[in-house]
């Protein structure tokens, strides 16, 4: 599987199916569901954490380092994906529509390479 030919209705049904191997739909409320993937997003943090941004973009570069933020990051994708499963969500409309709401609430000629419109361009 790889994401060039892999959609996001299989990598659900492959949530959905090891989730239903279990039995674990009972736990799967979305309260925990949400509360799992908060957790699992702060251990993806964890391997951030107190270096700078340009030591964080080696971590790629550490086969260690870059498998273990793989497996977080794998982590806090199935339980957004479960939260989706037990919620009807469907994940693709929902991304779709929150890009168009932030493209109006962020243009481009306001925002195009900096975070707010009062703050400064960066220098080039």
């Known amino acids: 599987?790889?994401?060039s030919d892999t959609s996001i209705g299989v990598l659900r049904e492959l949530v959905r199916h090891f989730v239903d191997e279990r039995n674990w739909s009972q736990f799967h409320a979305p309260k925990?569901?949400?509360m799992a993937l908060a957790i699992e997003a702060a251990e993806l943090m964890e391997h951030f954490q107190w270096i700078t941004p340009e030591e964080s973009h080696q971590v790629r570069n550490h086969p260690e380092k870059h498998?273990?933020?793989r497996e977080e990051l794998?982590?806090?994708i199935c339980y957004a994906l479960a939260i989706a499963n037990v919620m009807q969500i469907d994940i693709a409309t929902a991304v779709e529509?929150?890009?168009r709401?932030?493209?109006e609430k962020y243009p481009v000629d306001q925002f195009r390479g900096?975070?707010?419109p009062e703050d400064p361009a960066p220098v080039e």
Do not use: E, P, T
Request: a positive charge; charged letters at 25%; proline letters at 0%.
């Open 97 to 99: 529509q929150k890009v």
């Open 101 to 103: 709401k932030n493209a």
């Open 74 to 76: 794998a982590d806090v």
């Open 32 to 34: 925990n569901l949400s």
């Open 67 to 69: 498998l273990a933020v």
């Open 114 to 116: 900096r975070y707010g």
């Open 1 to 3: 599987m790889n994401d």
